[in-house]
């Protein structure tokens, strides 16, 4: 390569670009990530700049604040829903079914007190204000504030005060932050979407009405004659509902299943205005958002997904690599 006057530039002297990873909501399927940052820095590719949004946030947070092994190693101790369901602190009034406050005691035992801007990366949680509907990159403060914040899945948890904005999940605005990657000075951004298997939510149903012989429908008996058992629990009733069964979705499977067709649309339509330069896309569809029991096969998921990408990231490192410093084209003779 030749420099401004003409002199060869080695291509050790080449400048390795600015990485930046922006990581997409998922809930469970946040896990992947795991795999995913494992792959990249292990072949060498480390982020400058990791910014996520609701579990991406997350992952993101705890590997800027270097305790992604604690979080490894936390997701693949939940071996069963009992597991799952001692995090989940009901509450049966507020702004959502669930306050949070033991998930975000375990997020805080990883990374303490850290502040955003005492991280050696670069670092912004995504989460959206809930009066104005804004953008809100969070990237001052604590750290476990702004996961908080930007994992408050409307309805399922409560919303956080942050200053003075209250602020719920940024999938409702940016589920894959690539605009906060570029903003926060990436000069290549390698994305990672983790709903981009959901094939059926792009779907038109032209024509659909009652069942021919539709089934009898299930009546509930009239609230004042169920029998309760004599040590009834109102949270242990309300875990049921959550749930739901067999034969009917429960309250987090309607609302999850809603927000999830909703992030999936606003993707789309986010990445096709603002494309990052490598998109990762681990096939995961067919995990539930609270599976988080399944740390395991997600972390392998998504470690694949990193490993058929690896060679259009180095492709793209060496074509997109800035300059050297006073390199430029062949000086006229």
Excluded: C
Excluded at 194 to 208: C, G, M, N, V, Y
């Amino acid at each position: 390569m030749n420099g401004a006057n003409g002199e060869k530039v080695g291509l050790g002297s080449i400048r390795r670009p600015v990485i930046g990873l922006a990581l997409g909501g998922g809930a469970a399927r946040g896990f992947a990530h795991i795999g995913i940052l494992r792959t990249l820095i292990a072949n060498g590719i480390v982020p400058d700049v990791v910014v996520g949004t609701s579990i991406g946030a997350v992952v993101g947070g705890i590997y800027a604040a270097s305790q992604l092994d604690t979080l490894e190693e936390w997701g693949r101790s939940l071996q069963g829903m009992r597991n799952i369901l001692g995090y989940l602190d009901i509450r049966l009034n507020g702004s959502g079914l669930i306050g949070g406050e033991k998930l975000a005691t375990r997020i805080e035992e990883a990374v303490g007190q850290t502040l955003i801007e005492d991280l050696p990366i670069k670092f912004a949680a995504v989460a959206t204000e809930v009066r104005t509907g804004h953008e809100i990159w969070l990237t001052r403060g604590r750290v476990v504030d702004a996961m908080r914040a930007s994992y408050a899945l409307p309805g399922i948890f409560s919303p956080v005060l942050i200053g003075d904005r209250w602020l719920v999940d940024g999938a409702l605005v940016n589920p894959v932050p690539v605009s906060a990657a570029r903003a926060l000075g990436a000069e290549i951004v390698i994305a990672a979407n983790l709903s981009t298997d959901i094939f059926t939510h792009s779907t038109t149903i032209h024509s659909h009405g009652a069942m021919p012989q539709p089934p009898a429908p299930v009546t509930e008996e009239p609230a004042a004659k169920r029998r309760f058992p004599k040590f009834f629990s109102a949270e242990k009733a309300v875990k049921r509902e959550f749930f739901g069964s067999a034969g009917r979705p429960g309250i987090s499977s309607v609302m999850v299943d809603a927000f999830n067709i909703m992030q999936d649309r606003i993707t789309r339509a986010r990445l096709a205005g603002d494309p990052p330069d490598l998109l990762i896309t681990p096939r995961i569809g067919h995990f539930g958002w609270f599976d988080f029991h399944r740390a395991d096969d997600l972390i392998a998921f998504g470690a694949r997904a990193a490993e058929r990408a690896l060679d259009s990231i180095q492709e793209a490192i060496e074509v997109l690599a800035p300059a050297p410093e006073g390199a430029g084209p062949k000086a006229s003779e």
